[in-house]
């Protein structure tokens, strides 16, 4: 079962008109929230950051938190699986195409679960390979955007050369993956890039850091360059789907020894633990 503004249905029965803004412009934001044992993981935040985002286009937020809990409640609810991945999408709704807003136009609510696929255990084991790229997006990455152009064609340059990430680099600085958030060890230093307008507010990227920090793991947030992530010990990618996976080849070469290292296994066990954690908590 999907949600489409204001009713549960089967997804086959879903339309859309042609002229929705999501449609005709990317005109809309999403979210993606894991779903662990019927818990839906970090709600408040994936809804704190969905209105960021709505702020970001000025497109009023068409709930409030306790609607969009129990929305989200229902939609888990009507879905099979335990582990699910919730797509959750508002688009400036349908008009005559123009591109200024159209008044007293209603937004597009549209929310989908699918199955939580986890990473194969052969990429958390052995890693995965990555490509880097030039980060030719626009200069509010911070807003989670539909129009995802250049996100998908970086990703399937990666893809074309047998990788699963693209990460990019703008000015001689690491900003994000195509569809992840990256970090580097260095010398036995944590490091991530500062949030900022170029590149998403990862929920992943806050739970890694605030592992580390509870952790006594060392770690500084600040610019990272070109220079140290191809001179890296580690790298890792971080997203809601995927995790912590550790990025063990960079354009064809070894990252450090080419294999996952002390400190992503160590990580990688720590968010495991508090993902437990989490699912064990009583319902939201
Ligand atoms: C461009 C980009 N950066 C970062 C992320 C990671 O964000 P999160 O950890 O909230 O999934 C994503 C998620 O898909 C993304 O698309």
Known sequence: MIYL????????????????????????????????????????????????????IRLGNPHDDAEWTRLVRRLIKLNEPDDQSLYLQVTRGVAKRDHAFPKGVAPTVFMMSNELSRPPMEQIQNGVGAITAADNRWLRCDIKSIALLPNVLLRQEAVDAGCVEAVLLREGIMTEGSASNIFVVNDGVLLAPPKNNLMLPGITYDVVLELAQANGIKHQVRPVAESELRGADEAWLTSSTKEVLAIVRLDGKAVGKGIPGPLFRRMYALYQDYKERVMRAPEV
Request: charged residues 25%; neutral net charge.
């Open 5 to 56: 503004n204001g009713e549960f249905i089967p997804i086959e029965q879903a339309r859309i008109p042609v002229l929705d803004r999501g449609f005709i412009f990317g005109d809309g934001v999403y979210e993606v929230i894991p779903v662990y044992s019927r818990h839906p993981f970090r709600l408040s935040e994936h809804l704190r950051r969905l209105r960021g985002s709505l702020d970001g």
